[in-house]
């Protein structure tokens, strides 16, 4: 029996039947696929997309040992930080014979570093009356030649590995032995710090002040203070004369390189002098408030001049 095979015309209409049916179906193939694909990344109502990560947000001590020392500080960050997404720095530094505790109570950072998204640091003094080693004062520290500094960096490097922080951001400020060690780091960690915030302190570093980079400045100094005196001649622990506060500021606007007359102006207690412009974009400001004594400026006790001050002028004046 011989094959049986089909007349030409019969098989040029099934393949072009069989092409029809291609050219109909892959249409519909693709719109599925489409749809499907749709589907797949649309958030399903009642859901929400993943949030980027977050920083840990909490209150922390921690601990490091630092020349054989222990040394502890108090760390604060906000609810809600972005992890890769660096933020500023701001080291708040108690006075003589306090500590974090009550740089922390005092000054109200915390709220404002929650409504600023930054972080903040506490650290701790040494000694049974902690202090710092400012250079001229105070204390255990300054007896024993506490390397601050080293203290400083080590925190940076444990923070580097718990939040992310902006390295053209870092500022620190300070109460009274707290201030004079704001000055003393200016000095000697210039290429870390943007700006300080000294507050009832004084200039009173002993060693040569040669800072690599401009640190901008802003000094804040109750006119009533008697155990930081406005005008020096106070005695400090070592029977020494504290200098003048303008002393410190002189220095600091020949260091930053400012020209142009001061700008004067007034608001209630408080006086503001600022000495603009400055190398690199920085500033040196001078704010007294008359009335006031040895205490941390508080908005609320009727003073014009509160810590939400110190991180306005710390905003306007990161590293360039």
């Known amino acids: 029996m011989g094959l049986e095979t089909r007349p030409s015309g019969q098989l040029a209409r099934c393949d072009e039947a069989m092409k029809d049916l291609g050219s109909c179906l892959l249409p519909i193939i693709a719109a599925v696929l489409l749809a499907s694909t749709r589907a797949c990344t649309r958030t399903p109502v009642g859901f929400t997309t993943t949030p980027a990560p977050s920083t840990q947000s909490g209150d922390v001590e921690r601990t490091l040992t630092v020349s054989g020392l222990a040394r502890t500080y108090l760390l604060h960050i906000p609810t809600g ?11 708040v530094f108690h006075g003589f014979a306090q500590s974090a505790d009550v740089a922390r109570r005092d000054t109200g950072f915390d709220e404002i570093a929650d409504a600023g998204r ?9 000694g049974s009356s902690p202090s710092w080693n400012a250079g001229g004062c105070c204390g255990y520290a300054a007896i024993n030649n506490v390397d601050e500094a080293a203290f400083v960096r080590e925190i940076l490097s444990d923070l580097g ?3 992310p922080f902006d390295a053209k951001r870092i500022y620190a400020t300070g109460f009274a032995n707290g201030a004079m060690l704001a000055y003393r780091l200016a000095c000697e960690m210039s290429d870390t710090f943007a700006a300080i915030a000294p507050i009832a302190g004084v200039f009173f570093y002993y060693g040569p002040c040669q800072p690599k980079e401009p640190v901008s400045l802003i000094h804040v100094h109750g006119l009533s203070d008697q155990d930081v005196p406005y005008a020096g001649d106070g005695l400090s622990g070592y029977g020494e004369q504290y200098p003048p506060v303008e002393y410190g500021i002189a220095t600091w606007v020949q260091l930053d390189g400012c020209t142009g007359a001061p700008q004067v102006e007034k608001e209630g207690d408080l006086t503001r002098t600022v000495y603009a412009p400055c190398r690199a974009g920085t500033a040196v400001e001078l704010d ?8 941390w ?6 003073s014009a001049f509160s810590s939400r001050n110190i991180w306005d002028f710390f905003v306007a004046h990161p590293k360039p």
């Open 81 to 91: 930080l972005d992890r890769h997404r660096s933020v500023p720095l701001v080291f």
């Open 118 to 126: 930054f972080v903040v640091v506490y650290p701790n003094g040494t």
């Open 161 to 163: 590995t718990i939040a």
């Open 288 to 295: 007294t408030i008359a009335g006031l004594g040895h205490a």
């Open 297 to 302: 400026p508080v908005r609320s006790e009727g």
